[in-house]
C-alpha cells in the first residue's frame, strides 16, 4: 500500500515505467517456488541479486533485459532513490539482451484462475480510526490504506447464493481469510477453531449476519456485522454489495502497528467485472492451497 502512495505515485516514475519498460507485478511467494517456465525465468532474474536464497522473500524492484540479464535491483521506497535506480540500471542495457523466453510450462499448484462457472469478489479493508496522529508521511499512508485481495465463489455456491441460501463454507471462508486487518501488510488468516461463531444469510435480497473471531490467547480478535444486498439475473448473480464491519484488536507478524487497543474495521465486498487487471489476481488465502480454500 505504501509503495502505491509513494513511489509510484510520483510522475516521473509512472512516466518512466509506461514509456521504458514492460511492468509486471508478480506475488514473488509463488514465482521462487514455480517449477515452470515462469519460475524459471524469474529465479535466473532474482538469482543474480543480493536475495538470491529462494527458500526466504526474493521481494524488491528488479529491472532486467527480455533474456533475463538483470540490469538492477532495489528494496527502497523512496521515489528520488528508485528514479536514480532506474536510470543507472537503463544505463546497462545492451540490445543483445532483447531475446524474450517463451513460456512453455505451467505449474498448477500456483498458477491458479477463478473457478469455471464462479464469481469474483472485490474485498477492501480499511481502519475507521483509533491511529494516534504523526508527522511521518510514510505512517500517515500505512493509516490511511485501504487493502485489497479477491474472493472466489464456485459455481456450486453461486447456485445456492441464487436458491436465497448462503453457503456454509462460503461463509468460513469469508471469516477466514476475508475478515482480517491487512491494511498494513499480509494479515495471517483465521483458523477454524478461531470462530466463535459466522452467520451470514439472505432474505429478500438482503444480506444480513455476523461474525466472531478470537485467538485462544487472547492477543487478535474481530467482531463484526455484515450487511449487504444481493441481486439475480437469470440464476446468475449480477449484484453483490456487501460490508462487515465491527471493532478489530491486534495485529499480526506482518502488520504491526495497529491502533491501540481495539479499533473499528470495515471491510467491503463487491462484485468484480474483470475490468480491472487486479481481478485475475488468486486471493491472499489461495496460496499454494487453492483445493482447501475452495472447499
Known sequence: MIDRESTFADPEIVSFIKTKTVPVAIDQWNQRRQK????DFYRKIAGQGPRNDFDGTTQ???LAAPDGTLLGYTNNRNPDRVMQFFKESM??????????LAVETEDRKYVIRPPEGGLVIRVQAKVLDGYEQTDDKFI???QAAVSRDNLWITAAEQQQLAAGKFPERLTVRIARHCLVDNTRGEAPAWKEADIVSAKIKITG????????????DGSRSYSA????EIEFKDSHVSTLNMVAKGMYFGSGPYTPN???GKFPLAVSFTLADGKDIADAVPPEGARGW????LR
Open 36 to 39: 515452470d517456465s515462469e519460475g
Open 60 to 62: 524488491g524492484l528488479y
Open 91 to 100: 544505463a546497462k542495457f545492451r540490445p543483445a539482451n532483447t531475446k524474450s
Open 140 to 142: 500517515q499512508i500505512f
Open 205 to 216: 435480497g438482503k444480506i444480513t449476519g455476523h461474525c466472531e473471531m478470537k485467538l485462544a
Open 225 to 228: 456485522d455484515v450487511l449487504g
Open 258 to 260: 495497529a491502533p491501540k
Open 290 to 293: 487453492v483445493a482447501d480454500y
